[in-house]
């Protein structure tokens, strides 16, 4: 399973972040894996952001879930992030990912991963 996630790496702040997972494979719509989002702010740990499961469940990180959104494209194999009203402390490196568990803070929570991608959120 690979997972590659693409996406613009600087934003100003109030503007929306659109990040999209491609997922080969393996199908998003099997029941295999949740599929997620999480992050990683420079110097700090992991923050689960969301999860889309097999079924198109959605799920979100309640401090996070007024201002993001998780969809997926069966069509295509791949799933996104929007994240509205970017402020520089959303500055992280993103990765989307595949596990067996709904939501997690570890590396050890997912067995796939992207390589990630920088976002930098700058006036």
């Known amino acids: 399973v690979q997972l590659q996630e693409s996406g613009p790496g600087l934003l100003k702040p109030s503007q929306t972040l659109s990040l999209t997972c491609a997922v080969s494979g393996c199908s998003i719509t099997g029941n295999l894996y949740y599929w997620s989002w999480i992050r990683q702010p420079p110097g700090k740990g992991l923050e689960w952001m969301g999860t889309?499961?097999?079924?198109?469940?959605?799920y979100h990180s309640p401090p996070l879930k007024s201002h993001t959104s998780i969809s997926r494209d069966e069509s295509k194999n791949q799933f996104t992030l929007q994240l509205s009203s970017m402020t520089p402390e959303d500055t992280a490196v993103y990765y989307c990912?595949?596990?067996?568990?709904?939501?997690?803070?570890?590396?050890?929570?997912?067995?796939?991963r992207g390589q990630g991608t920088q976002v930098t959120v700058s006036s």
């Open positions: 889309v499961t097999y079924s198109g469940s959605t």
């Open positions: 990912a595949a596990g067996r568990r709904l939501q997690g803070s570890r590396w050890s929570d997912y067995e796939y």
